[in-house]
């Protein structure tokens, strides 16, 4: 059964950091490309970031850009989410996202995992 | 960057109607990037339609998707008591990220 388990969520403070981490498993990993997107309280999804498949590329809404770090470890099946200079605007679910490789679209979500950033 | 508009906002409509919900590109794009997802409250959204047309694996036939250019659209044929919810439209992009729609809600 394939599986998105997000961690690492939690209350922060302005400008703060935290790193977020999505375990996968029932698929190869390898095979596929890896994405965040957010949802803040009552409003709609927000694309985040991308990694590619051996995480030698990554791409980044423009929203995070320069704040937040995407990566992927490969011999653990896990997904990060390094993000820093944290605002109240990137107060959110943020969602694990599996890429459904053969285009492009995003085929298999996280539950998610909390963001608070307090002021 | 290329802007996705979805309407109506929210569709009233009954068990058994037909629902068709619109989603338009501030400029020309590929159907091949673009997709439809499903969100009911308090669970991640589901995957309906990619490529513009292809229904995704489990996906009843009642949705279809269609459309070309700037216009494309998501029709439920007969709604169900569990098509009640948020649907968003999305278009991957030549800058290699993806754009939501702001959503078009389905209620009873």
């Known amino acids: 059964e394939l599986q998105l388990v997000e961690s690492g969520g939690g209350l922060v403070p302005f400008g703060g950091s935290l790193r977020l981490s999505c375990s996968a498993s029932?698929?190869?990993?390898?095979?596929?490309?890896m994405h965040w997107v957010r949802q803040a309280p009552g409003k709609g999804l927000e694309y985040v970031a991308s990694?590619?498949?051996?995480?030698?590329?990554?791409y980044y809404a423009d929203s995070a850009k320069g704040r937040f770090t995407i990566s992927r470890d490969n011999s653990k099946d896990m997904l990060f989410l390094q993000m820093s200079s944290l605002r109240t605007e990137d107060t959110a679910v943020y969602h694990c996202?599996?890429?459904?490789?053969?285009?492009?679209?995003?085929?298999?979500w996280g539950q998610g995992t909390l963001v608070t950033v307090s002021s | 960057d290329i802007v996705l508009t979805q309407s109506p906002g929210t569709l009233s409509l009954s068990p058994g109607e037909r629902a068709t919900l619109s989603c338009r590109a501030s400029q020309s794009v590929s159907s091949s990037f673009l997709a439809w997802y499903q969100q009911k409250p308090g669970q991640a959204p589901r995957l309906l339609i990619y490529?513009?047309?292809s229904r995704a694996t489990g996906i009843p036939d009642r949705f279809s998707g269609s459309g070309s250019g700037t216009d494309f659209s998501l029709t439920i044929s007969r709604l169900q008591p569990e098509d009640f919810a948020v649907y968003y439209c999305?278009?991957?992009?030549?800058?290699?990220?993806?754009?939501f729609g702001p959503g078009t809600k389905v209620e009873i």
């Open positions: 990694v590619t498949r051996k995480g030698d590329n990554t």
């Open positions: 996202v599996k890429d459904l490789g053969i285009a492009a679209a995003l085929n298999f």
């Open positions: 490529g513009g047309s």
């Open positions: 029932g698929f190869t990993f390898t095979d596929y490309a």
């Open positions: 999305q278009l991957y992009g030549s800058s290699r990220r993806f754009t």
